[in-house]
């Protein structure tokens, strides 16, 4: 049996992967759901997952650093990123911060569950919707790479909100930072990408398909 932990913000679906994996009975057993990065961590102290199956974008959730934190307090855990997000920018910052696979959550759900035995086991698990951009993404020269690479994931999650019309007011409520720290990223970023105004930075982010 492979315990697995669930975390999304939103209720139903947590609910449905949970009868998901129950459906596929003597394979898994659902150890915990969380809506937040704070409940995951706490969950998995508690419960001991082998493997937790956490979304991208849930509120006041730093999830590149929510995942390095989970892996400091369960190295032995697995972390599977369930995610609207097919941009290689998201599984990028990801994997690099430690997690073991990404699935796209529009995939068939045979693969969702081949996806957690394959992490399960040690092994990395990549969407083929997403892992051919990825490969074409990393053979590119470093050079060619900047830009949205040279961010930091707090830059990173600014300019995903930004980009969808928020104020920096309410970016900063929904990454649980401070108006002014806010600012100082938005300043950071605009730097990077070489922008000017805020406008620019919607069109960069749409452009970009950082956005949705």
Known sequence: ?????????????????????????????????????????????QTEPDVIVMDYSM???????????ILQLAPGAKILMLTVHENIHYAVRCLESGAHGYVIKSAAVQELVEAIQSVNRGEVYISPRVSQNLL???????SHRAGLMALSSREFDLLRFLGSGMSLQDCAQNMAIGTSTASTY???????????TTAEIIRFALENEVVG
């Open 59 to 69: 509120p006041q959730t730093d999830t590149p650093a929510i995942i390095g934190k």
């Open 1 to 45: 049996m492979i315990r697995v932990l669930l975390a999304d913000d939103h209720e139903l679906v947590r609910e449905g992967l949970a009868q998901i994996l129950d459906e596929n009975s003597g394979r898994f057993t659902v150890v915990g759901q969380a809506q937040n990065g704070a409940e995951i961590l706490a969950m998995v102290d």
């Open 136 to 142: 074409h993404h990393l053979r590119k020269p470093k």
């Open 186 to 196: 938005r300043s950071r970023l605009m730097e990077k990408l070489n922008l000017g």
